[in-house]
C-alpha cells in the first residue's frame, strides 16, 4: 500500500547542490492518507476504524481554515500562472482524498459496523415504528428550534457560520403574501446533538439504530414550508479562514483584543464549500456565488458533510459480547522504580531525575508533583505556562489554589494557542481573579515551550536556609486527557543548572529583560535552531573525516528549509541519517547521490506520536554525543516565532531509556510504519510483525520501569 507523491516544488527553492524540497500542503495531505489508511486495517476494531475517518475529517477542517487558506491568499497576492496551477494541484489532491475518505466510509466501515448491529438508518430504510419515533422527536425536540429564512430582498441571504449544518431548498407554490419566493436557507443550531440513538424497543433485537440529525430535518422539511412544495435541496457546511488575527504591536489588551477576535472568527472568508451528492447544480452555484467561491472550492460528497460529528456515534454505541468494537482498555502506569506511589516527588527529584513516558506512564506524577508543591509551606513560588490544558483542568484549579493559599504563583497562558483561545482566555481571567500574575508570552512570538518551575525553601547543610528549585519539562502539553492519547516525554529534575535556566526563561518572558544565554536549555528563538545547526554540520564534518556521524531526530514535522539542507549535506558527506517525522516532511530521503544516506519513516498507529527527540553523534567520546528532549518541531515557526525548548538528558541510565524506547523500537517498527519514497509518497512496511506503540504497552504493563 502506498499514498500518491507530493510534487517537489520549484527548483529555485533548491540550494545549490541539493534537491528541490517537497511541498509542505501536499506532505500535510499524505499525512491525512497514512491517518485514513488505518480506517482500512482489518486489525483496528470497527468503532476505532470510524474514529480514523472522524480525525482525518477533523484534519482536513483545520487544513483549509489555515493552511489552504494561507495558501489561497498567497496565491491571490502572487498572480500567474504557476501560483494557479500550484492551487489547482492541491485542490484537486484534497478532492481525491475527501472522494477516497467517503467511499472508504460507505463501503468498508459502516458495512463493518453493520455486521455487529451497528446502523445509522436512513429514512428510506426506517420501519413504521422508527419512523413515528422520529417524527415525535423532531416536533418535540427540533422543531421549536429551527427558523427558516425566505430569500427576498429584505430577507438577503442569513449569515452562515464557519462549519455549521444548513440546509437550502427550492420552494414550489407562493408565499403567504402571493408572491414566487423560491429559495430558502434553514440553519442548524450548534447546540443540537447530530447524532440521534433510537431506542431499544423501535429496533431490532441486537441492532443499534442511529439517525442523522441531517436525515430527520431533511425527513421533515415541508414541515417548515406549510403550503408549499420542496423541490429541491441540500445540506452545506460552508469552512471559512479561521487563523485568528491580533495586531500585538497595536494591540492595548491582548486579552481582550483575541476575546473580541472569536467574536468574527466564525465569519471569516469561505475556502470550501460541501454539499451532498444529489444537490442540484442550480443550488451548488447559487451557493458558490454567495460565496464566492469558484466551482474547485465545491466539494460533493457521498454521506453526512461533516464526519467529525459522528464521534457522536463511537461514544454512543454499545460493546457487543465477544466482539472487539473498540482497542482494548490501556491504563497508564505509575513509574513504581524511581517513583513510588505516595512518595514525596520532591524528595525524590532531589535525588535523581525521573523520566515519564506518556501514555505508557501515567501522567498523573505531574499533578502530584504540582499538587505537592502546592500544599507544602515551604513552597513559594510557582510559575508554569500554558498551551493547550482544556477547558476543564485539575492544574488550574491547582494553581489557583495555590494562589488562595498565598504562595507566587505566576502563569504565562498563550492566549493564542490555535482553536484553545477561548478556553485560555477564560483560564486567564479565573486566575487574575485570585492574583496570579498572569502573563501573555512575547509580541509576535508564542509560548509553546512546556514548563513548571517550583521554588521551595529548604535547609542547607551549614544550618541556614537556601531556595532549591524543582523543574517538569515536557515535549507535550499539561493536559491529563490528551497525555492518555499521545505520545510525549516528561521530565523532573532539581539539576541546579537546568532549573536556573528555567527561572530564567520565565524571568525573560515576564521582564523583558535581555539575559545571557542559558548553560542547559536550547531555546528558541534564540540559540535552538542555531544549535541543531552546528550539530548537524559537526556531524557532516565528521563523517567526512571517516568518523561515521549519525542522526536520529523524532519529530511532528520537518520543514524548516535550513534544517533540511543542513542535513542534507550531512547526509552527502555520509552521515547516516534516520529521521522519524510523524506528519509532514519536505525532504525528499533517498535521491540516488544527494539524500541516499537519509531515510525518513512515519508512525501512525493507536496513539499519536508527539514526543520530540534528537540524537546526534559525531565521534566515539562521550562530549561527541547529545541527545535532547524537545518541545520545538523542525519547523521555521517553532524556531523563529515561538518560545521553545529542548534540554539535554545526561542521566546515563535515563538516555540509554529513551535511545531503548523512543529511537530504536521506532526504527524496527514493520507494523505502523511507512517509509517515504524519493518522490514524496509512502509505502507501508507491511501489515505484520512489530508494532512499536503495542510492544511499549506491553513491556509497562508487565514490570516496572527505571
Known amino acids: 500500500m502506498s499514498t500518491p507523491a507530493a510534487p517537489l516544488a520549484s527548483p529555485a527553492d533548491a540550494a545549490p547542490g541539493l534537491p528541490p524540497l517537497l ?21 483496528v476494531p470497527p468503532l476505532e476504524r470510524l474514529r480514523y475517518v472522524t480525525i482525518v475529517s477533523s484534519n482536513l477542517d483545520e487544513f483549509f481554515e489555515v493552511r489552504f487558506a494561507d495558501t489561497l491568499e498567497a496565491a491571490r497576492a502572487a498572480g500567474g500562472d504557476a501560483s494557479r496551477d500550484d492551487l489547482a494541484t492541491l485542490a484537486a489532491r484534497a478532492h481525491a482524498l475527501i472522494d477516497e475518505q467517503y467511499a472508504l466510509f460507505n463501503t468498508k466501515v459502516m458495512p463493518a459496523l453493520r455486521q455487529h448491529g451497528i446502523e445509522i438508518i436512513n429514512h428510506a430504510e426506517r420501519t413504521p415504528e422508527q419512523r413515528e419515533w422520529v417524527s415525535r422527536f423532531y416536533q418535540r425536540e427540533l422543531r421549536p428550534l429551527l427558523m427558516p429564512v425566505g430569500l427576498d430582498p429584505t430577507h438577503p441571504f442569513p449569515q452562515v457560520a464557519n462549519k455549521s449544518l444548513n440546509f437550502i431548498a427550492r420552494l414550489g407554490g407562493r408565499d403567504a403574501f402571493g408572491r414566487e419566493s423560491t429559495i430558502a436557507i434553514v440553519k442548524v443550531p450548534r447546540v443540537l446533538q447530530r447524532v440521534i440513538r433510537l431506542p431499544a424497543e423501535v429496533c431490532a433485537p441486537g441492532q443499534q439504530g442511529f439517525v442523522m440529525l441531517s436525515s430527520v430535518i431533511r425527513a421533515h422539511l415541508e414541515d417548515l414550508f406549510p403550503g408549499r412544495t420542496v423541490e429541491a435541496f441540500s445540506q452545506f457546511r460552508v469552512t471559512r479562514d479561521s487563523d485568528l488575527e491580533v495586531d500585538e504591536d497595536d494591540t492595548v489588551n491582548l486579552r481582550q483584543a483575541v476575546r473580541t477576535g472569536l467574536t468574527t472568527r466564525h465569519y471569516g472568508q469561505a475556502i470550501r464549500l460541501e454539499v451532498v451528492s444529489s444537490c442540484p447544480e442550480e443550488l451548488w452555484r447559487l451557493l458558490l456565488e454567495q460565496f464566492k467561491l469558484p466551482e474547485a472550492a465545491l466539494y460533493r460528497v457521498d454521506g453526512p458533510v461533516n464526519l467529525v460529528r459522528l464521534n457522536q456515534l463511537i461514544d454512543q454505541a454499545d460493546d457487543v459480547p465477544g466482539v472487539q468494537l473498540r482497542f482494548p482498555p490501556h491504563e497508564p502506569r505509575w513509574p513504581s522504580r524511581r517513583l513510588r506511589r505516595g512518595e514525596s516527588i520532591l524528595s525524590v527529584v532531589r535525588e535523581h531525575d525521573v523520566l515519564l513516558h506518556h501514555p505508557f506512564e501515567s501522567f498523573d506524577p505531574v499533578v502530584e508533583f504540582l499538587r505537592e508543591a502546592v500544599l507544602d509551606p515551604d513552597v513559594l513560588v510557582i510559575r508554569q505556562t500554558i498551551y493547550r490544558t482544556g477547558a476543564q483542568s485539575v492544574l488550574m484549579d491547582l494553581l489557583i489554589e495555590a494562589a488562595r493559599r498565598g504562595k507566587e504563583v505566576t502563569v504565562v497562558v498563550e492566549l493564542k494557542a490555535r482553536f484553545d483561545e477561548e478556553a485560555n482566555v477564560n ?38 536556609v537556601k531556595m532549591r528549585r524543582y523543574v517538569h519539562l515536557s515535549t507535550g502539553n499539561y493536559n491529563p486527557k490528551t497525555a492518555r ?43 535552538l535552531h542555531d544549535r541543531l545547526m552546528r550539530h548537524i554540520e559537526q556531524v557532516g564534518a565528521a563523517s567526512a573525516a571517516g568518523y561515521g556521524g549519525r542522526i536520529v531526530v523524532k519529530c511532528n514535522a520537518l520543514t524548516d528549509p535550513a534544517l533540511i539542507q543542513a542535513l542534507m549535506r550531512a547526509g552527502q558527506a555520509g552521515a547516516q541519517i534516520d529521521l522519524i517525522v510523524r506528519g509532514a516532511c519536505m ?11 537519509i531515510r525518513v519513516r512515519s508512525v501512525v498507529g493507536r496513539f499519536l506520536e508527539h514526543s520530540r527527540v534528537l540524537y546526534f553523534r559525531w565521534g566515539d567520546g562521550d562530549e561527541e554525543e547529545a541527545l535532547y528532549l524537545s518541545s520545538a518541531d523542525w519547523m521555521s515557526r517553532n524556531m523563529f516565532r515561538r518560545i521553545e525548548l529542548a534540554w539535554p538528558v545526561r542521566d546515563p541510565r535515563l538516555r540509554q531509556r529513551v535511545i531503548d524506547e523512543c529511537l530504536v523500537p521506532y526504527l524496527h517498527d514493520t507494523r505502523d510504519a511507512w517509509l517515504q519514497q524519493p518522490d514524496g509518497s509512502y509505502q507501508r512496511v507491511s501489515s505484520e510483525g512489530i508494532s512499536v506503540q503495542q510492544a511499549l504497552m506491553q513491556l509497562y504493563s508487565s514490570r516496572s520501569t527505571a
Do not use: C, M
Open 23 to 43: 511541498n509542505r500542503e501536499q506532505a500535510i495531505l499524505a499525512f491525512n492518507r497514512r491517518v485514513l489508511a488505518q480506517a482500512q486495517r482489518p486489525d
Open 485 to 527: 492519547l499521545y505520545t510525549d516525554l516528561g521530565y523532573l529534575t532539581a539539576d541546579p543548572r537546568i532549573t536556573a535556566d528555567a527561572e530564567a526563561v520565565f524571568q525573560q518572558i515576564g521582564s523583558l529583560t535581555r539575559l545571557g544565554p542559558p548553560r542547559q536549555l536550547l531555546t528558541a528563538p534564540f540559540v
Open 587 to 597: 525532504l525528499p530521503p533517498g535521491l540516488p547521490g544527494q539524500t541516499d544516506n
Open 427 to 464: 483560564w486567564a481571567d479565573r486566575l487574575e481573579a485570585v492574583g496570579v500574575q498572569v502573563v501573555y508570552g512575547i509580541v509576535g512570538l508564542k509560548t509553546h515551550a512546556k514548563l513548571l518551575l517550583v521554588t521551595r525553601r529548604e535547609a542547607s547543610k551549614r544550618g541556614g
